[in-house]
């Protein structure tokens, strides 16, 4: 049984609808809806949707397991992770993105600080962010960690700019050679479908990080993404995309 099916199942077996079920969960329908025609492939959801639908979220993520764990209290255990081996680094914040409609990045003469976050990718940089598209998962203010290397999966948060410099964090639904969908977690904004040729870069965002965790404000050297010359022309985001 495949994702889909498994988040169907258990959907029917709490018996919510698809709006309901999102509803409880904090994401807009057509996020449900993607993710039952398999149209999305994964979710950072998984254990709120298990708690929602009264199911083990090990058997929702992987199909291991009881549907029903039968152990009051733990439907929403994980079996251990491995261990962090990224290395921590100093990650400078180097622009505000405006979330929402006609939404813009707006880059910082020296940085606003930096956050300091396990990652591989030694081009990551952080956004502070502003804006209510993504409420209640990201509030406004929140800084965003922007790996340009990372793989972009979808049913996870990518960083979006426009060649009109509109700027955007969204969910990423789909893409392809031709077009990239993605939708915001608030139900009061609608999802995007945007063609590849009118998109400078798309990165994968690694963590999104409360304000507390911003420290040494101007004190780290900013960095600049790297452009969608050097990010898109050969395809590679959207071909990782493809693959997964």
């Not at 919510?16 to 999305?40: H, I, P």
């Not at 039968?70 to 251990?80: A, V």
């Amino acid at each position: 049984m495949e994702f889909k099916d498994r988040l169907k199942t258990a959907r029917k077996h709490a018996k919510l609808t698809q709006a309901q079920l999102a509803g409880r969960v904090g994401v807009n329908q057509t996020s449900v809806s993607d993710l039952e025609r398999g149209k999305s492939q994964s979710t950072s959801y998984i254990a709120q949707i298990a708690q929602a639908c009264g199911v083990s979220a090990i058997w929702l993520a992987s199909g291991k397991g009881e549907m029903i764990s039968g152990k009051p209290g733990n439907d929403l255990e994980f079996e251990p992770g491995p261990a962090i081996t990224s290395p921590w680094r100093t990650i400078p914040i180097i622009g505000t993105a405006q979330m929402g409609a006609e939404g813009y990045w707006h880059a910082l003469e020296s940085a606003d600080g930096y956050v300091e976050m396990p990652t591989r990718d030694k081009h990551a940089y952080a956004l502070r962010l502003k804006g209510n598209s993504m409420a209640p998962a990201i509030k406004s203010g929140w800084v965003a960690v922007i790996e340009p290397n990372g793989l972009l999966i979808p049913g996870e948060y990518v960083m979006v700019r426009l060649v009109n410099e509109e700027c955007m964090l969204k969910e990423l639904l789909y893409a392809n050679d031709v077009e990239v969908s993605l939708a915001s977690v608030n139900d009061a904004y609608e999802r995007r479908t945007i063609p590849v040729e009118q998109i400078e870069l798309i990165h994968a965002v690694g963590a999104v990080c409360p304000p507390s965790k911003v420290r040494g404000r101007g004190s780290a050297s900013p960095t600049r993404p790297r452009t969608r010359r050097a990010h898109l022309a050969n395809q590679s985001s959207i071909q990782a995309i493809r693959r997964n």
